[in-house]
């Protein structure tokens, strides 16, 4: 081993870029004082449309995976969008 070398540096950084993805989807007690809303609740499609359509459902192309929004190879989804209009986010 050369001086310099870390046998633990990929590890490391493995940890550091997956650490954050592990996060709980939740908002602080200072962040929800303040007004601030969970766009995507982790485990639904709640709150969220087909572009362009209004008060559709999303039909196919999309489902919510290990927490996270996926979309589906193979099949049509287009794009989705809130239900809801934002004025600052």
Known sequence: MTEGDCPLKPLLAFIALTLPALAENALTPEEQAAGWELLFDGQSLKGWRPYGKSNAPIAS????????LKKLGGQRGGD??????????
């Open 61 to 68: 192309g999309w489902k919510v995976e290990d927490g996270a």
């Open 80 to 89: 989705i969008i809130t239900e809801r209009t934002f004025g600052d986010f």
